[in-house]
């Protein structure tokens, strides 16, 4: 509740705030990421979700181990298929079960060659260090990815992931009306 509030209170006044004018739905996590898995590295991926708001929990890890916000080069073919049906994706997602199976993936060599294919669509807007605490905030459907998994201190990357999915407010001009003293 406490990251919800602090969320909306970058964008509402106090009083819409204490008058219940706003609410947002979403879903929140804590995210792991093994430092031993080089090849999971910087995959450039989009959220399902209205905004995604992250803050890093490692107090002492590689600030060159950031994220990093993409856009698609200009000479780029490539279009997103949502989440489900891209190739690329789906190789990640079943490189994670693996992960999470205790398990090396049978299909590492080729995932590293799909990541490979799939990051070169893309060229690099912005850069943000992981320093400990600092949030991030940007809109679900922007490119994002690690910029490095594997850190000199050999921690795991650890985030707080929050996933808004929809935020709704009374309007500015029925907030106006109903503060109009006649």
């Known amino acids: 509740n406490n990251i919800k509030g602090a969320f909306i209170s970058l964008f509402h006044s106090e009083e819409e705030i204490e008058e219940n004018l706003v609410n947002v739905k979403g879903t929140s996590h804590f995210q792991r990421i093994p430092t031993n898995v080089k090849y999971l590295d910087g995959s450039i991926h989009q959220d399902p979700n209205l905004v995604t708001l992250m803050i ?90 690690a910029q490095a998994l594997s850190t000199s201190t050999n921690e795991d990357r650890l985030f707080f992931i929050s996933f808004i999915k929809k935020i709704s407010a009374v309007p500015p001009i029925t907030r106006s009306k109903s503060s109009l003293v006649l």
Request: aromatic fraction near 10%; glycine fraction near 6%; charged fraction near 30%.
């Open 56 to 145: 890093c929990l490692n107090k002492d890890y590689d600030t060159e181990c950031g994220t990093s916000i993409y856009e698609l080069r200009k000479d780029s073919v490539l279009t997103f298929h949502g989440l489900e049906n891209d190739p690329h994706e789906m190789k990640k997602r079943q490189i994670y079960l693996d992960l999470g199976n205790g398990k090396e993936s049978d299909i590492r060599d080729e995932y590293v060659k799909s990541l490979e294919k799939w990051n070169s669509n893309f060229v690099e807007t912005i850069r943000i260090s992981n320093v400990y605490n600092r949030a991030i905030i940007f809109e679900g459907k922007q490119s994002h990815g």
